[in-house]
């Protein structure tokens, strides 16, 4: 009988090589870090999953002693850009998403305006002076009836489609009727990148 394969983890105690510092007080996380005439930043978000921003009155935020300014797309906007890179397929059309909402949040979190202060707690007081004028808009929750709705999340997809394939799959299936096939909706996620394995009509839901 051979001797059982030793291994370095499974049953055996490891030590703990990173644990030391952090558990006993003596980590550094990103609270911890203070550096001469540092500022802070907090983000306002939009608590509607889709509305229209009529207006943003900063005025009370900005005499609150601390706070450094107020920002807001229009300040941001123009010279800051992100591009969404589609995921799905490289056919989808490039839709640059601003750092700030313009004109219209579309899902709850949307960040609508920035305020930047002296310190955290000035500037989490500051978001709270901070007035915005929503108009709520209808909003689409549910991405299997995307398609048969007059709500539209982005004007660039008028029918909430961003992209339109044909089902592929790895095994051909036999055909048992002369029935067209048909293509599958799948969600657009755009936070976790998820990427179908089965692409069909891709909503745009946010």
Avoid at 42 to 55: E, L, M, Q, V
Wanted: glycine fraction near 4%; proline fraction near 11%; charged fraction near 25%.
């Amino acid at each position: 009988m051979t001797d059982p394969v030793a291994t370095r983890c499974v049953g055996t105690r490891v030590p703990r090589v990173k644990d030391t510092r952090p558990l006993t007080g003596h980590g550094t996380i990103v609270d911890d870090v203070s550096r001469p005439e540092m500022l802070h930043g907090c983000f306002i978000h939009s608590p509607f999953t889709h509305a229209r921003i009529c207006g943003i009155d900063a005025s009370a935020a900005l005499e609150l002693p601390g706070v450094h300014a107020v920002f807001t797309a229009a300040d941001l906007d123009p010279d800051v850009r992100e591009a969404w890179h589609a995921v799905a397929d490289n056919g989808v059309p490039d839709r640059p998403r601003p750092p700030l909402a313009e004109g219209e949040a579309k899902f709850v979190g949307d960040p609508v305006a920035l305020v930047v202060a002296k310190s955290h707690y000035i500037a989490e007081d500051a978001i709270e002076l901070v007035d915005v004028d929503y108009e709520p808009l209808p909003a689409l929750a549910d991405f299997t009836k995307a398609q048969d709705t007059d709500v539209v999340v982005h004007e660039a997809y008028s029918d909430n489609v961003a992209l339109e394939c044909p089902q592929r799959r790895r095994t051909p299936m036999p055909r048992t009727s002369s029935a067209p096939r048909k293509n599958l909706p799948i969600p657009f996620c755009r936070a976790t990148r998820y990427r179908p394995r089965l692409t069909g009509k891709l909503p745009v839901i946010a």
